[in-house]
């Protein structure tokens, strides 16, 4: 019997087995978009041996013979040399890979196969919304030191505003799907991960990562948390609560709906949580700085009770912000949910739905039901008999770092190896070991030689080289990596215009019982706030005009009034007192104010004007041009002390450093807050607390480590200003 006809018979028994499902089994289904569940294996066999360009190589040796094929692909993965498509060859086949072909190489491979200078610059052209983007620059910094530890290569990462062309990186990264722009097409979710071009001019050198993935670092979703008392900390996929198991964020336990998950295994030994991104803390972009969705939202005459992708023909999942979006046109952008937000399917980058009916059953967590493959999927809508909508549910992912550092070296030259352990091996293999094998080490210089001996003098000056396996400077409590400001890499543009089909329903409301009560860190509240009249409670503000600290005590202004923080015993917030009793020449609404410390001069801003108290004896109101100030400032949002008789003083998204002895701005010190502070755009009420800078925006503050002004200075805490600064109830 001849390989031909063991294969013919193989694959008439595998397909008897799945053509009429016996009643007891399982029935499995079509899913619309699903490639390759699709294929015979006798289809998969041939396009991965012409994929991958064994075809091609055994019909250049003699006439088209699949065993001789096989047999190269068996070869070339190390597998038996059977020259038949066994089950050994048909799961290697079927497992994730690197989509560079193993033999003949790209169609385009042209010019040098390595590159001729040794200071290679990249560009992350966009990103994927898997993982946090510092994550993702921080995956590619490592991925490519690897590669610099052992041959005289640097790397050098180009920012998008210092790229004016692209032809002139060397390295160009980008995120894709399907087709997308240089006739290799991506496949969907796993199989094809992604893949890179040889060195050279234009596309050449460029690697591209396949977005139908789950990008991670190999285990698991990365989802940070806010708030909490977990100071920012990842989620813990699965984690346990009342004994049972987690996989995803839930609202389980609350009686708000929020979404929260544990940041350690086991929440009910450990209690540390966090909140999950999630549409009710903040919307991204949009028009309303970032104010959560309101649910229930009419949107063209219909309600909606669910961020929705309806009105947008580019899939980004949008809220109104007001009840009436029809009326009011306030917007935001829903966060990502990676934790239940599916991949591939028909409907990537959508959630999951809870419960839905399949087959006539309800579903309330993703199945393998329907499925030859038994992989974990669920609908996106309530219904997927009816709908059809479906992806599958977030898995381990792949190991972002790993595929980066596998791409980058087909990016300098190297080609896929036989050996198993190696990292230039086509498949995918996640190992928390240091990626290179000595197999790679040999390849890479064969090309480039070893990295250069650092010379025996100064051992700090060996080479000049940029150090791009530094993490970022971090502050010492864990900053959680997401901020609102960064935009989603595709970017959404406009508001949603207008479009059909009906809103899915929501997801379940959990059942109020035990778990984490509140956002709030703080302590049950002692705090006592004797007022006379509850409504000017300071708790019961939602932004304050002003925060500042002044003579040792955190002052927050609202319209007249203000309320001061005492640290010490008694009650915690003091007030309300009125703002013309202590200070008579200030107007009812501050934007910002600041003490210097040396001087204990106070200053005041609102609007265009500014005054000085120094006790109780005024300068003012001046013009901010007394300031140099000019007028395309139309307030003063923030200011922060700095010492040494320096401020530096906020207007939206720039600042100025300020000479408190001489009170002008000095002329060249504007910057962009966004090149120093790691914090959302739109920032109001920016001041200092116990050597700390604040960035408030909306209800939230974001709190930096500032160290100075020359380096980006990382956030170290988000919360909300009136559970974790004011310590509400
Ligand atoms: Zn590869
Ligand atoms: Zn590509």
Known sequence: MSPWQLLVLALLLLGGCSAAPRPHQPTFVVFPGDLRSNLTDMQLAEEYLYRYGYTRVAEMNSKVSLGRALRLLQQNLALPETGELDSTTLDAMRAPRCGVPDMGGFQTFEGDLKWNHHNITYWIQNYSEDLPKQVIEDAFARAFAAWSEVTPLTFTRLRSEDVKDARDVDIVIRFGVKEHGDGYPFDGKDG????????????????HFDDDELWSLGKGVVVPTRFGNA?????????????RSYTACTADGRSDGQLWCSTTADYDTDRQF???PSERLYTQHGNDNGKPC???????????????TDGRSDGYRWCATTANYDQDKLYGFCPTRADS????????GELCTFPFVFLGEEYTACTREGRRDGRLWCATTSNFDRDKKWGFCPDQGYSLFLVAAHEIGHALGLDHTSVPEALMYPMYRFTEDPPLHEDDVKGIQHLYGPRPKPEPRPPTTTTAEPQPTDPPAICPTGPPTVHPSERPTAGPTGPPSAGPTGPPSAGPTGPPTAGPTGPPTASPST???????????ACKVNIFDAIAEIGDHLHFFKNGRYWRLSEGRGPRVQGPFLISDTWPALPLKLDSAFEDPLTKKVFFFSGRQVWVYTGSSVLGPRRLDKLGLGPDVAEVTGA????????????RQ??????VKTQTVEPRSVRSVDQVFGVPLDTHDIFQYREKAYFCQDRFYWRVCFRNDNEVNQVDQVGYVNFDILQCP
């Open 274 to 276: 966090g909140f999950c």
């Open 231 to 243: 100071d920012g900390a990842a989620c813990h996929f699965p984690f346990t609560f009342q004994g």
């Open 341 to 348: 937000t599916v991949t591939g399917g028909n409907s990537p």
């Open 654 to 659: 720039r600042f100025w450093r300020f000479d």
């Open 527 to 537: 705090t006592s706030t004797v007022l006379l009249d509850p409504a000017e409670d």
């Open 192 to 207: 094809l991960l992604a893949h890179a071009f040889p060195p050279g001019p234009g596309i050449q050198g460029d690697a």
């Open 294 to 308: 309101v649910f229930p939202f009419t949107f063209e005459g219909r309600s909606y009770s669910a961020c929705t």
């Open 640 to 651: 922060l002390p700095r010492g040494g008789g320096k401020a530096l003083l906020f207007s």
